[in-house]
């Protein structure tokens, strides 16, 4: 069975421009999670979606990030306009039961804004 | 106070040895608790579950103190595969899922 699928794997921009991000879910999974790790600051929740619905974005840093989640089957986090400390692992996460039980996180994109 | 917290290490220790490693929590009503492995540039797998009357599975034994807020995983005989970095999480507020900032081991060997 896939994983959880995010594109890109890298990603280099300049300062300004928009980045997209993207996530594939599990199939059948209803909870979809998108987190950043730096190693300042950790992994930490960005914002987590149930059958597509957003339920916290408390831990979107500012305005410049926006998820969406279309279908059950993809999500995007956009950020726009990107700056240089936003350099970090972007992992989404994807499981059946919430926070409550295990997560299948994907790959990660790592973003590296100049 | 940080909701999570772990000593980061590193924790250097020789093939064979057993490690134990402790994270503390801040939220009282956290319900929920586990172990993550995660390698270097990779993404963070579970690895165990934390449940109130203590779990093992195989070589890692996991255990939970709600009195004192703490969680406990043990590795016993290390294998030179077992070196990673270890997040404790914690689910507190319905909705929060809270990682700890990780605890690096490296098996010598």
């Known amino acids: 069975d896939a994983g959880v699928i995010q594109s890109p794997r890298h990603e280099v921009t300049e300062m300004g421009q928009e980045v997209t991000l993207r996530c594939k879910p599990i199939s059948g999974h209803d909870y979809l999670f998108w987190y950043r790790q730096t190693m300042m600051r950790g992994l930490e929740l960005l914002i987590y979606?149930?059958?597509?619905?957003?339920?916290?974005d408390s831990g979107m840093p500012e305005d410049r990030f926006s998820a969406k989640m279309p279908n059950a089957s993809f999500s995007t986090l956009k950020i726009q306009p990107s700056e240089p400390r936003d350099s970090a692992v972007y992992f989404c996460?994807?499981?059946?039961?919430?926070?409550?039980?295990?997560?299948?996180f994907g790959p990660g994109t790592r973003l590296t804004v100049t | 106070r940080k909701e999570v917290e772990q000593d980061p290490g590193p924790f250097n220790v020789p093939e064979g040895a057993t490690v134990a490693f402790n994270c503390t929590y801040s939220?009282?009503?956290?319900?929920?608790f586990f172990w993550y492995r995660q390698d270097c540039r990779k993404e963070p797998k579970l690895l165990m579950s934390v449940y109130s009357s203590g779990n093992e599975d195989g070589r890692f034994t996991a255990q939970l103190n709600r009195a004192s807020q703490y969680i406990s995983l043990l590795i016993r005989d290390s294998k030179l595969s077992d070196s990673a970095t270890y997040l404790c999480v914690v689910n507190g507020e319905p909705g929060q899922l809270t990682f700890g900032s990780g605890t690096q081991l490296t098996v010598l060997p």
């Open positions: 979606f149930n059958n597509n619905v957003p339920i916290d």
């Open positions: 996460a994807s499981s059946l039961v919430g926070t409550g039980g295990e997560q299948y």
């Open positions: 939220n009282s009503a956290s319900q929920s």
